[in-house]
Structure formats: C-alpha cells, structure tokens
T-cell receptor, first 115, second 112 residues
Framework: GAGVSQSPRYKVAKRGQDVALRCDPISGHVSLFWYQQALGQGPEFLTYFQNEAQLDKSGLPSDRFFAERPEGSVSTLKIQRTQQEDSAVYLC?????????????FGPGTRLTVL | GESVGLHLPTLSVQEGDNSIINCAYSNSASDYFIWYKQESGKGPQFIIDIRSNMDKRQGQRVTVLLNKTVKHLSLQIAATQPGDSAVYFCAESRTGRRALTFGSGTRLQVQP
C-alpha cells in the first residue's frame, strides 16, 4: 500500500512492561511525526524526525518515552515501564518535505491499553 | 471499534444539506491550517488545507474559509452524505514549528 502503516494495531500491556510501536512512513517522505491521542481528544505532538535526525522531542511526556528512526525510514516509538496513563492511540504521520508546512499523512494508529 | 470523541460537540444534519464546522485558533503566528476527518478506529484523513496568505480555498464538495482577524477557520461540506459522518479536526502550524496543533474536534452526524 502507498499509505503510512503502523504495527501492531492493538497492544495490551501490563503496567511496568516495555512496548515498542512501529511506523512505516510513505516511501520517500523526509519528515516523520509521532502523536498521542487520548480518547475524545485531538492528537498531541510527541516528536519529529527529519530523515534520521530527531529534531524535536519536546512533546515526549517523560524519559520513559524514546523514539528512533535509524535509517531515515521506519521509526519505532518505545515506552518503558508503561503506566496506565500511557493508554492512548499512538499515531504516526509522514510528510514529503523537511521543515514543515506541508501535508502530514497519518497511519491508522496503535491503540495501547495498559492494565 | 471504540469511538473517537465520545464527548465532542456534535453537529447533526440531514443528508443533502450543507454542513459548516467551525474552529477557533489562538496563535496569531499560525500560518498553515488543515482540516482532517477521523472515522472510528482510523487515523486522521487529510481533507483540505489553506495557508495564511489566502482566505478561501475550495476542493471537491469542501470549502475552507480563514478569517485571520478573528482567528477563525471553517469547513463547509456541500450536499452532505452519510459517508461524511465522522469527527472533524482543524489543525494549525507555523513557520519554524513543524508539529501540528489540533483543535478539540466536532462530530458530524448525517441523518439519512
């Protein structure tokens, strides 16, 4: 498919477990974003990559959250020692250009439930 | 799947009517605006965008209006169809900040 894909689509974790969420952006897209969407709310920015460089991580809520994009394509968002408040949908988006100001295309999201 | 936006403002319209969804933004430095549609269990889907040097832009059945004086954005959907039922979010960004800031969303319900 030509769109952004994410896996897994659903993840259930026990409190304290580590999880890893994967994003495959649209081929050739320079920019990659992670957002967190709580139930009933709009997505909130977590972090931004331009190719392999993480240029903005101002939205990461704690040092338990870590993201990487080592080869400038696939990205992984890792959450260590998950807490119940981490339960949300994690959305990945990509855009063609660097620097922002162009359309961000979203994947279907990973719904994380922490018990 | 679980619904997006269980407690969002809801706009209910009849099939075939025109819909207008409104959004207010707070940052006068914002210069790029997007409307997204989100169906239950899916990610946001791009509808239309507009830059701050414009006040109107039209797409297929959709029109976005931007009023920078009062920091207001609206999405007009012509001849609304049942498939338009979803939650609609406006989002904004500004030069130097790549991330989008999303509004709180409006649920559109189309009655057949």
């Amino acid at each position: 498919g030509a769109g952004v894909s994410q896996s897994p689509r659903y993840k259930v974790a026990k409190r304290g477990q580590d999880v890893a969420l994967r994003c495959d952006p649209i081929s050739g897209h320079v920019s990659l974003f992670w957002y967190q969407q709580a139930l009933g709310q709009g997505p909130e920015f977590l972090t931004y990559f331009q190719n392999e460089a993480q240029l903005d991580k101002s939205g990461l809520p704690s040092d338990r959250f870590f993201a990487e994009r080592p080869e400038g394509s696939v990205s992984t968002l890792k959450i260590q020692r998950t807490q119940q408040e981490d339960s949300a949908v994690y959305l990945c988006a990509s855009s063609l250009k660097a620097g922002g100001g162009d359309t961000q295309y979203f994947g279907p999201g990973t719904r994380l439930t922490v018990l | 799947g679980e619904s997006v936006g269980l407690h969002l403002p809801t706009l209910s319209v009849q099939e075939g009517d025109n819909s207008i969804i409104n959004c207010a933004y707070s940052n006068s430095a914002s210069d790029y605006f997007i409307w997204y549609k989100q169906e239950s269990g899916k990610g946001p889907q791009f509808i239309i965008d507009i830059r701050s040097n414009m006040d109107k832009r039209q797409g297929q059945r959709v029109t976005v209006l931007l009023n920078k004086t009062v920091k207001h954005l609206s999405l007009q959907i012509a001849a609304t169809q049942p498939g338009d039922s979803a939650v609609y979010f406006c989002a904004e960004s500004r030069t130097g900040r790549r991330a989008l800031t999303f509004g709180s969303g409006t649920r559109l319900q189309v009655q057949p």
